[in-house]
C-alpha cells in the first residue's frame, strides 16, 4: 500500500521537476520515466535542438543518479565506451595492470548519435545494454543498478552514419520521436532559456528508489485476454508464420521480436500504474505498441509505396487484431 | 462485498431471461405459423388434430430454444465482468476483479478496492439492455406471421350471403274469386253427404274471404293447403272404403279380394259384377250352394266379424248385415233361391253406399285439383286419353267437374283445354306455354285429320276453314 502510494507521489514528482526543463514533449517524458522503471533503454530521436540532451540531463538531475554522456562519433573506438586495462606502479613501484572505466560506468548514460559510431563501437554497447555488465580481458564488470543508456540520433544528416544493427535496436525497450515543439511550445522554450541554459530540476528520486518502483510495478494484475491481445499484437507484426494477417503480409518485411512482447507488458503495468490504475488495460497495450514496436518492425516497400510509415502499419495492425 | 457487481449481474440475468424468452416465442411462433399458412392458402385437407399438433410443437420449440438460449446466454461472472468493462468504459478493471480473485496482493487488494468503489457509485440504468438486429428481426418476423394467422383466423372470408328473394306478393285477382265461387257452386250443386258439403263450402268460402286481406304468396299457399289437408281429412272420416279394403283384403278367397279392390277404388259397377260373381258361385251349381255358403261366410264374414272395422259403420254394417243374412241361410231347403233374394235385398244397399262414397271421393278430389290449380300449387296434369273416349269414367277429369249426375252440371271453370293464355302465349296442355299461333295450327291440323278420316261431315268442313283463316289472319296482323 506505501509503495504504490510512494509510487505515484514519485512520478507525479519526477513529472514535475522535468516539465521546469522540457517544454511539452509529454508522452516522450512519460514514456521515458516508464522505460527507466522498467529498466530499459530508449533510442531518442529527433531533429537537432528539441531537447534531447536536455532531457536526459534534467532525467540524471532529477533521479540523483550518476550520469555520463558519450558522443558517438566514428572513431570512437569501444574501449572509450567501456574502459580498458592501463599499466601502472603500486605504492611499491612494482608495475600492475589496472582497470580503468570508461563512461559507460554510472547509471543514466546519454549515448548522442549513437548512430554516427561504428559497427564495432555500437557493438560494443551490446552486452552492457541487455545485461548491464561489460567484459575485459575476461573480467566482468557489472553496472550498478539501476542502469538506463538513453541513445539519441539524428533522422536527417544520414551521411557518414551506421545505422543500428537489428539485435542493438531490440535492446532498446522504446524508441521514441521528439516531434519539433508548437509555437506556443517554442516561445516557452525560449524564454526558459533566456533565463539560464542550466537544468533546474532537483533530485526527487534516488536509485533505490526506482528499484523499488520496478518491483511495486511486477504485480500489477494483466487479465488473460489483456495479456493475449498483447502477444496476438506482436505476432500480427510477422508475415511468415501461418495465419499471418493481410496488413502484415502486405508491409511489413520482418516483425518484433518476444523482447517485443516482454516490454509491451512491462511498461503496461508502469504506464497503468503512472495512471492511477491497478491493472493492465486494452488502452495501455495499445498506447505502448508504438513505442515498442516501431523500431522493431521493419516495413517493406509496399508500404512506402503505398506511403505508410512504421506508425500507420502499426495502428492498421491494432485495427486488425481482435481482442 | 461484491454486491455492487452482483446488482449488474442480476440485471443482465434479467436480461438474458428476456432475451431467451423472446426468441424462444418468436422462433416457435415461426415454425408453427408456416405450416399454418401454407396449410391455409393451400388448401390442404389436414387432420383434425392439427391445431393441437401445432400447439404441442409450439411447446416444444420454445422450451428448447428457451433452454438453449438461457444456457448460452446465462451472466456468468466473467461474461458480466467483460460486459461491464466494454459498456461502462472500465478499462478491463471488473474483469481484472474476478480473474484475479483469489489473489491477495497489496496491488489485487487495492485493485478490487478501486472497481468496486468505481461499481456502486454507478447507476444500474447505466448498463443499458442490448438487443441486436437479428433480434428485432426475428420478433419482426414473428409478429408479422403471428398477425398474419391471427387474421386470416379471424377474418375468414365471410360467407356469401345471398340475400333471401323478395317473397313473392299475393293478390287476389277477378279470375280467382270466379273459379273459387265456381268451385263453390260445384260443390254445392254435387250430391256430396251434407256432413262433408257443408264444411267443405264453408271452408272455401272462408278461403274467399281470407284471400281478400291475404298480401303474400306464402299466406296464400298456408291458408290453401290447411282447406286441402281438411277436406281430404273430412273425407276420410267420412268414407270407410279403404279401412274395409285393408282389412277384407287378405282374404284367401279371390270373390272376396277382388270385391275388396272394387270397394277400395270405389267402382259402383265393379263391385255389382263381383257380387253377381258371388251370386254365381253360390247357385252356379245348386248342388254345392250349401258347401259354398259355408265356405263364403268363412272367407267374408268371419273376416270382417274379427276385423277391427267398427261394425256400426254404414257400408261395414251392410256388408255384415249382407254376410249375416247370407249365413242365416244355411239349412234351408231351396237354397239358390234363398241367396238370389238376400243378395238382390242387400246389393242395392251396398251399392247405394258405395255411390255416396265415390260422390264425396269425386267431389273431394276435385276439389282438391282444382284448388291447387287455381293457386299454382302444381301443374295441371295431362289427360293423354284426351278426346278418344277411353278414359276411365271412374277417374276424374281434374279439367272437368265430376260428372256423376250430368244432367244437373253445366259450364263452369276448367272445362276447355286452354287454361290461361295472353296475347302472344297461351297454355298448351301438352307442351306448356307456346306461341298462340302454334296451338291455332296444332288444331286446325287435327281438325283436318277428322274430317279425312270420316269423324266429322265434310259439310262443316268450310265453315271451320273460315273460322281458322280468320285466326290465322288475326295473329299474323298481330
Not at chain 2, 107 to 121: F, G
Not at chain 2, 183 to 212: A, Y
Not at chain 2, 252 to 264: E, G, T, W, Y
Request: glycine share 6%.
Amino acid at each position: 500500500m506505501e509503495n504504490v502510494s510512494l509510487f505515484s507521489k514519485t512520478i507525479e514528482n519526477i513529472k514535475n521537476e522535468i516539465k521546469k526543463d522540457i517544454v511539452g514533449q509529454d508522452d516522450v517524458v512519460e514514456n521515458v520515466i516508464i522505460a527507466i522503471i522498467a529498466g530499459g533503454n530508449v533510442l531518442l530521436e529527433g531533429v537537432p535542438g528539441v531537447g534531447k540532451t536536455r532531457l536526459v540531463r534534467s532525467l540524471g538531475k532529477v533521479l540523483s543518479l550518476p550520469f555520463s554522456r558519450i558522443q558517438f562519433t566514428p572513431d570512437l573506438m569501444p574501449s572509450d565506451v567501456t574502459g580498458t586495462n592501463i599499466i601502472q606502479k603500486d605504492e611499491n613501484g612494482r608495475m600492475q595492470t589496472v582497470f580503468q572505466e570508461g563512461p559507460i560506468f554510472a547509471n543514466l548514460i546519454l549515448a548522442d548519435e549513437i548512430n554516427r559510431a561504428t559497427p564495432k563501437t555500437q557493438s560494443a554497447m551490446l552486452e552492457v545494454m541487455q545485461e548491464h555488465k561489460v567484459t575485459i580481458a575476461n573480467k566482468t564488470y557489472p553496472m550498478a543498478e539501476p542502469f538506463f543508456v538513453l541513445a539519441t540520433e539524428n533522422p536527417i544528416e544520414q551521411d557518414g552514419t551506421y545505422p543500428l544493427p537489428e539485435a542493438q535496436m531490440d535492446r532498446f525497450i522504446f524508441k521514441l520521436i521528439m516531434d519539433f515543439p508548437t509555437v506556443e511550445e517554442l516561445a516557452n522554450i525560449v524564454k526558459m532559456t533566456q533565463l539560464t541554459m542550466d537544468e533546474t530540476a532537483c533530485a526527487v528520486v534516488d536509485g533505490p528508489t526506482i528499484l523499488a518502483m520496478r518491483e511495486t510495478c511486477k504485480d500489477v494484475p494483466v487479465v488473460d485476454d489483456v495479456l493475449n491481445y498483447a502477444m496476438n499484437l506482436v505476432a500480427a507484426t510477422h508475415p511468415e508464420i501461418e495465419g499471418a494477417n493481410d496488413v502484415a503480409k502486405k508491409y511489413i518485411k520482418y516483425g518484433a521480436s518476444p523482447r517485443a512482447g516482454q516490454a509491451l507488458i512491462t511498461a503496461a503495468k508502469i504506464r497503468a500504474l503512472m495512471h492511477g490504475n491497478y491493472n493492465v488495460s486494452y488502452e495501455d497495450i495499445n498506447a505502448l505498441a508504438f513505442p515498442v514496436l516501431r523500431h522493431r518492425v521493419k516495413i517493406n516497400y509496399n508500404a512506402v509505396n503505398d506511403h505508410l510509415n512504421v506508425e500507420d502499419v502499426i495502428k492498421l495492425l491494432i485495427k486488425e487484431v481482435k481482442r | 462485498m461484491k454486491e455492487s457487481f452482483n446488482k449488474f449481474r442480476k440485471k443482465m440475468l434479467f436480461e438474458a431471461l428476456i432475451k431467451s424468452s423472446l426468441i424462444g416465442l418468436s422462433v416457435a411462433l415461426i415454425v408453427v405459423t408456416i405450416p399454418k399458412l401454407i396449410v391455409h392458402f393451400g388448401k390442404i385437407n389436414i387432420s383434425e388434430f392439427f391445431d393441437l399438433i401445432l400447439l404441442l410443437l409450439f411447446n416444444v420449440i420454445f422450451i428448447l430454444v428457451f433452454g438453449l438460449l438461457f444456457l448460452i446466454t446465462f451472466p456468468k461472472e466473467l461474461k458480466v465482468a467483460k460486459r461491464l468493462d466494454k459498456d461502462l468504459g472500465l478499462n478491463q478493471k471488473v474483469q481484472t476483479m474476478i480473474e484475479f480473485e483469489h489473489d491477495d496482493s497489496t496491488i489485487v487488494n487495492l485493485q478490487r478496492e478501486d472497481t468496486l468503489n468505481i461499481l456502486s457509485n454507478i447507476s444500474l440504468k447505466k448498463l443499458g439492455m442490448k438487443f441486436s438486429v437479428f433480434f428485432f428481426v426475428l420478433i419482426g418476423l414473428a409478429c408479422a406471421l403471428g398477425i398474419t394467422v391471427a387474421a386470416v383466423e379471424v377474418y375468414e372470408k365471410p360467407p356469401v350471403v345471398t340475400p333471401e328473394p323478395e317473397e313473392p306478393k299475393y293478390d287476389l285477382d277477378n279470375w280467382t274469386v270466379r273459379a273459387l265461387l265456381d268451385l263453390i257452386e260445384v260443390v254445392e250443386t254435387s250430391n256430396v253427404e251434407k256432413d262433408l258439403k257443408d264444411p267443405v263450402v264453408n271452408n272455401l268460402k272462408e278461403l274467399l274471404n281470407s284471400l281478400e286481406t291475404v298480401e303474400l304468396e306464402s299466406e296464400m299457399k298456408k291458408l290453401v293447403t290447411e282447406i286441402i289437408a281438411d277436406s281430404l281429412l273430412r273425407l276420410d272420416l267420412i268414407n270407410s272404403n279403404n279401412e274395409v279394403f285393408n282389412e277384407i283384403k287378405s282374404s284367401s278367397s279371390s270373390l272376396v279380394k277382388d270385391i275388396a279392390v272394387q270397394i277400395n277404388a270405389l267402382n259402383v259397377s265393379n263391385v255389382n259384377n263381383c257380387i253377381e260373381n258371388i251370386y254365381v258361385y253360390l247357385c252356379g251349381d245348386p248342388t254345392t250352394t250349401s258347401g259354398a255358403l259355408l265356405e263364403f261366410d268363412n272367407d267374408f264374414r268371419t273376416v270382417i266379424v274379427n276385423s277391427k272395422l267398427n261394425k256400426e259403420e254404414r257400408l261395414t254394417k251392410a256388408l255384415l248385415d249382407f254376410a249375416n243374412e247370407l249365413k242365416s241361410l244355411e239349412g234351408q231347403n231351396n237354397l239358390s233361391e234363398a241367396v238370389e233374394v238376400v243378395i238382390k235385398k242387400h246389393k242395392e244397399n251396398i251399392l247405394n253406399i258405395l255411390r255416396i262414397q265415390a260422390e264425396n271421393k269425386l267431389v273431394i278430389e276435385y276439389v282438391v285439383s282444382q284448388l291447387e290449380i287455381i293457386f299454382g300449387l302444381k301443374e295441371p296434369e295431362i289427360n293423354d286419353n284426351e278426346g278418344d273416349g277411353t278414359e276411365n269414367k271412374g277417374q276424374i277429369n281434374e279439367t272437368e267437374p265430376p260428372k256423376v249426375n250430368e244432367g244437373e252440371f253445366e259450364g263452369g271453370y276448367g272445362t276447355g283445354e286452354v287454361l290461361f293464355g295472353s296475347d302472344d302465349i297461351i297454355f298448351d296442355i301438352e307442351k306448356g306455354s307456346v306461341e298462340y299461333g302454334e296451338v291455332i295450327s296444332k288444331y286446325y291440323g287435327t281438325l283436318i285429320g277428322m274430317f279425312n278420316d270420316g269423324t266429322l261431315p265434310e259439310e262443316y268442313k268450310e265453315l271451320f276453314d273460315k273460322y281458322f283463316d280468320g285466326l290465322f289472319g288475326f295473329y299474323e296482323e298481330e
